[in-house]
């Protein structure tokens, strides 16, 4: 949420473009975790037995 509530600065100083370029990484980073636990013994567990 910290990142959300900086955009305003971001796109003030540096325009909508670079303000959305910042935020690019979460998704991104959040789709690699992912792709991670799915190759961890536990992800079976914690999705119920389903992958």
């Known amino acids: ?3 959300i ?3 305003p600065m ?3 100083r540096f325009g909508w473009r670079w303000a959305f370029a910042l935020l690019a990484p ?3 980073l959040g789709t690699l975790a ?3 636990l799915r ?3 536990e ?3 914690i999705a119920q037995g389903r992958r």
Do not use: D
Request: charged letters at 10%; aromatic letters at 0%; zero cysteines.
């Open 5 to 7: 509530a900086l955009v």
């Open 26 to 28: 979460g998704p991104a």
């Open 39 to 41: 190759t961890l013994p």
């Open 1 to 3: 949420t910290v990142s």
């Open 43 to 45: 992800a079976a567990q």
């Open 10 to 12: 971001a796109v003030e």
């Open 34 to 36: 992912m792709l991670r």
